[in-house]
């Protein structure tokens, strides 16, 4: 089975808005329902599991009635690693093996395309974790004052990493059990997590189209692209 797991459950500080991002109207939908859009609509995804704020889980229950493969409505948690890791024990009940694949998305990624959840799901069948990465076409900088230059790095070993992020059940379930015990609770990335198990994660190609909207900017220039 290869189950999305879709996270609407965050508080979108840098959109400055009046609600969270994902509830932001666009042409008529939610934000984050382009997600579940994308997932319902992919023919190798089974299932998909949405961890949103606990005030707002009947509101996309409602919104969520038409797509047949959306199997609960969750409650995510404080940061991103406690949403994920309220979605895995959700999951726990649909999976049919440890070897079951977990495709945890971003709801702020609104433009994930088929080519990139296929990919993610073949590469997770062969290898047990995957990221989704773009190469940098920035050069990036690191900054320990925020005001000059400490390093300037070298780009062609730079990557951005977008979602989805693929995982068999059995490790990404470990993983976070392991971050728990080791009182880790906010880790923004779950390849990091997967890593400090020791566990190789590997890339599946994404695109610049598979941005997050993360600021007002972001929300423009998506709406921008849909017309
Ligand atoms: N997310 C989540 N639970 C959290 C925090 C984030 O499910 N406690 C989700 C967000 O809804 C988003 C994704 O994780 O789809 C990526 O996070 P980000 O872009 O950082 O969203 P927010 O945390 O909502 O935004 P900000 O960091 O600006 O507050
Ligand atoms: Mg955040």
Known sequence: MNIALVLAAGSGTRMNANQPKQFIVVNGKPLFIYSVEKFQNNQNVDAIVIATNKENITKVEELVKGYNKVK???????TRQQ??????????????????????????????????????????????????????????????????????LNRSELYQAQTPQTFEYGIIRKAHKRALLDNIPNVTDDCKLVMNFGVEVHFAKGDKFNFKVTTPEDLELFKALLK
């Open 72 to 78: 609960s409505v969750i409650a995510g948690g404080k």
């Open 83 to 152: 949403s994920v890791y309220n979605g895995i024990q959700e999951i726990a009940k649909l999976i049919t093996s440890e070897k079951d694949l977990i495709l945890i998305h971003d709801s702020a990624r609104p433009l994930v395309s088929d080519a990139i959840i296929d990919e993610n799901i073949a590469l997770g069948k062969r290898y047990g974790a995957v990221d989704t990465v773009v190469q940098a076409s920035d050069t990036i900088i690191n900054s320990k004052n925020k005001e000059t230059i400490n390093e300037t």
